[in-house]
T-cell receptor, first 113, second 112 residues
């Protein structure tokens, strides 16, 4: 089954403790991206990747890191999480975002205390 | 002013009604996406448009590139259509990467 798999679904952590949210797709998509969703602000793009080893900042990249060493995986890394990073996070992929639909993961609800 | 504006923010309809959700954008785009987010939080892609009109079942999406405007129509609405509908625009081009900007969403409630 074609899908984008995000893990974990829920995560509670403390300020400063490094964490990684994983994202994997099995559709051989070139484009992968991370978003956060906050009440009143909607979805905002954090980082995106056009292909292996090609990543770029979205609108809210501060405090986040990504890597794209393999085509199928695009992990989101929070080196030193802070409470303002408490949010609902989504990973998405697309063959090419210009002419292909987006496929979203199920989301990760992160709470930083 | 947001680069992507949706209207209305909230919409309540009776089952069977024809529904229209609008999306206006102020930047050059390569594609526009309509997404659906159900109460459980999952997001599903409904349409990807770069011109014209697309139809899938009871859903129709149109885009007017000159006017920078897109509409999502739902015919014969049903309570299971209740969800948040989100417009997103892809602002980049193939050789320079692509960023996605989202509208704030339209909360649709369809009552039986």
């Amino acid at each position: 089954e074609a899908q984008v798999t995000q893990n974990p679904r829920y995560l509670i952590t403390v300020t400063g403790k490094k964490l990684t949210v994983t994202c994997s797709q099995n559709m051989n998509h070139e484009y992968m991206s991370w978003y956060r969703q906050d009440p009143g602000l909607g979805l905002r793009q954090i980082y995106y990747s056009m292909n292996v080893e090609v990543t770029d900042k979205g609108d809210v990249p501060e405090g986040y890191k990504v890597s794209r060493k393999e085509k199928r995986n695009f992990p989101l890394i929070l080196e030193s999480p802070s409470p303002n990073q408490t949010s609902l996070y989504f990973c998405a992929s697309s063959f090419r975002v210009f002419n292909s639909p987006l496929h979203f993961g199920n989301g990760t609800r992160l709470t930083v205390t | 002013k947001n680069e992507v504006e949706q209207s209305p923010q909230n919409l309540t309809a009776q089952e069977g009604e024809f529904i229209t959700i609008n999306c206006s954008y102020s930047v050059g785009i390569s594609a526009l996406h309509w997404l659906q987010q159900h109460p459980g939080g999952g997001i599903v892609s409904l349409f990807m448009l770069s011109s014209g009109k697309k139809k899938h079942g009871r859903l129709i999406a149109t885009i007017n590139i000159q006017e920078k405007h897109s509409s999502l129509h739902i015919t014969a609405s049903h309570p299971r259509d209740s969800a948040v509908y989100i417009c997103a625009v892809s602002r980049g081009w193939e050789t320079s990467g692509s960023r996605l900007t989202f509208g704030e969403g339209t909360q649709l409630t369809v009552n039986p």
